[in-house]
């Protein structure tokens, strides 16, 4: 009876060796994925910070181009054109007035006007 008593205990001293060496690796793999979520939260909490500087410079953006009022332009050599510091929409309606004419000028047949 004895031998089987040490033989079992030496079976249960060995079972559990081995279960502490399994339990050593469940602590590293949790350590090391406890390591790569706070990697990965930092580089998450700097995405939301790139984001919102991004959205907050997008608005004002946006709010400075609502704000723009539209600007006089000046007659230079026929065109319109948008005057020092004018604004975005009168800069466009040139270039539309520009591209309409060079429309009209190669519909009419003159050779080379968009060259």
Do not use: I, N
Request: glycine residues 6%; charged residues 25%.
């Amino acid at each position: 009876m004895e031998v089987f008593l040490c033989w079992q205990m030496e079976a249960l001293m060995m079972a559990l060796t081995v279960q502490e060496g399994e339990l050593q690796w469940v602590r590293e793999d949790l350590d090391a994925a406890q390591r790569k979520k706070e990697v990965l939260q930092r580089e998450w909490d700097t995405l939301v910070q790139v984001a919102t500087e991004w959205a907050l410079e997008v608005r004002g953006l946006w709010e400075r181009l609502t704000q723009w009022e539209v600007q006089p332009v000046e007659v230079v050599e026929g065109w319109q054109v948008a005057s020092e510091g004018g604004s975005l929409q009168a800069e466009l309606e040139a270039v539309g007035q520009r591209e309409d004419w060079l429309a009209r000028e190669a519909a009419s047949g003159h050779a080379g006007v968009l060259y």
